[in-house]
């Protein structure tokens, strides 16, 4: 991602998506901040951007699909499937990892075309926290026989789950980390009004 575009995706999710305060988590932990994802992820401009770069690192990763559990990862793998259908390489099919398995209509853990024995996958999220969440999306598609090359975040929240991820054998890139938020909001606390 050149500069400029890293620039107008962090003042987008500074302020969009980022809050200081006192909120519970879906860990269950408290936190000092929230960010909500969905304000960038399903804005026009942050799903152009958040699509154009987990894409670069799709196509250096050579995979065949991006999945990630529902709800979190729903607009970013649909973006990097749409950014895939436009640059003039190979497509990039999304599926969705659902939360639990649907016992009608077609049933299965996956929603959208499911990754397949040997396919080179890559789990998306919106935010890293204790990584339980692609942990447990992960478990599933490793039981499709697909290989998880890597594990792609918008915002690594740098409360562990990183070091979860990476020990349980998983590479993980962030396009951002709480220090680049925390940094961001710092410095637009000094700007002048």
Not at 24 to 52: H, M
Not at 151 to 179: K, M, Q
Request: glycine share 12%.
């Amino acid at each position: 991602m050149n500069a400029g575009d890293r620039q107008r995706l962090l003042r987008l999710m500074k302020d969009r998506a980022f809050r200081e305060g006192d909120f519970l988590l879906t860990s269950g932990r408290r936190s000092s901040y929230y960010f909500d994802g969905r304000l960038v992820t399903l804005d026009p401009t942050g799903a152009l951007l958040i699509g154009r770069e987990m894409l670069s690192w799709a196509r250096e990763d050579l995979l065949a699909k991006v999945g990630g559990p529902t709800l979190g990862a729903d607009p970013m793998v649909a973006s990097v499937a749409v950014c895939s259908a436009i640059d003039g390489g190979p497509e990039i099919g999304a599926f969705i990892v659902r939360k639990d398995v649907k016992d009608h209509g077609t049933g299965g853990p996956f929603a959208g075309p499911p990754p397949t024995a040997g396919e080179r996958v890559a789990i998306v999220d919106d935010a890293l926290t204790t990584g339980g969440s692609l942990l447990g999306a992960a478990e599933k598609v490793t039981s499709t026989g697909a290989l998880i090359v890597a594990i792609y975040t918008l915002l690594d929240r740098e409360e562990g789950g990183r070091d979860r991820l990476e020990a349980a054998g998983y590479r993980v890139r962030s396009i951002f980390t709480r220090s680049d938020l925390v940094s961001a909001s710092v410095v637009a606390s000094l700007e002048p009004a």
